[in-house]
């Protein structure tokens, strides 16, 4: 199973930003987004599509129907810049499948 | 409060074996629905997870490496041991232990370890 994201978005701050993860029939699979900033360990954003851990802001939403997955922030701010990744569970082969991340920039 | 650390060398010869520990705090391996894992990431590229083992001792391997890796836990003592042999300088990156939670139909990693930066060099 393949999770197809784009290299790279850019947006200003306070608006929003939105980071696609593509695969095939992925609206039938739980898509969970990390955010990965330098020298630091990932975090997990969201869960089961649209589930935010504890501690993660309201600014971090998802949505993910047919073939695409979506995690959208808004608001941005300077602190959200960061590497961005998708993951689902292959169940066939039983083990997690990444995406191959967005890196956000925050103009 | 989950944490998780790792720890092992910094600098490993090529051909060599690299051992890797996971000491982690606020779960444990026999609750049902829970794993760790171990995921890595070379300078620029991608997350790349690479062995994960669960509450129920299943284990799993990334398919490129299966050959080379090998994870054991020690439920008693809250850690997970990665062992990969033959090592490369392909194989320098941050390796990170992670803690992993099953929901609904799929597992998800729900904590990550600092990491430790291991670089193959001779």
């Known amino acids: ?107 | 409060q989950i944490t998780l650390k790792e720890s092992g060398p910094t600098l490993v010869r090529p051909t060599q074996t690299l051992t890797l520990t996971c000491s982690f705090s606020g779960f444990s391996l026999s609750t049902s629905s829970v794993g760790v894992g171990w995921v890595r990431q070379p300078p620029g590229k991608a997350l790349e997870w690479l062995a994960l083992v669960f509450w129920d001792d299943r284990y799993r391997y990334r398919t490129s490496l299966r050959n080379r890796l090998t994870i054991k836990k020690d439920t008693s003592r809250n850690q997970v041991a990665l062992t990969m042999t033959n090592m490369d300088p392909m194989d320098s990156a941050t390796y990170y232990c992670t803690h992993l939670l099953w929901y609904g139909e799929s597992y998800y990693f729900n904590s990550w370890g600092q990491g430790t930066l291991v670089t193959v060099s001779s």
């Open chain 1, 1 to 107: 199973y393949v999770l197809t994201q784009p290299p790279s978005e850019s947006v200003a701050p306070g608006k929003t930003a939105t980071i696609t993860c593509g695969g095939n029939n992925i609206g039938s699979e739980s898509v969970h987004w990390y955010q990965h900033k330098p020298g630091r360990a990932p975090v997990l954003v969201l869960y089961y599509d649209t589930d935010r851990p504890s501690g993660i802001p309201q600014r971090f939403s998802g949505s993910n129907s047919g073939n695409t997955a979506t995690l959208t922030i808004s608001r941005v701010e300077a602190g959200d810049e960061a590497d961005y990744y998708c993951q689902v569970w292959d169940t066939g082969s039983d083990h997690p499948v990444f995406g191959g991340g967005t890196k956000l920039t925050v103009l």
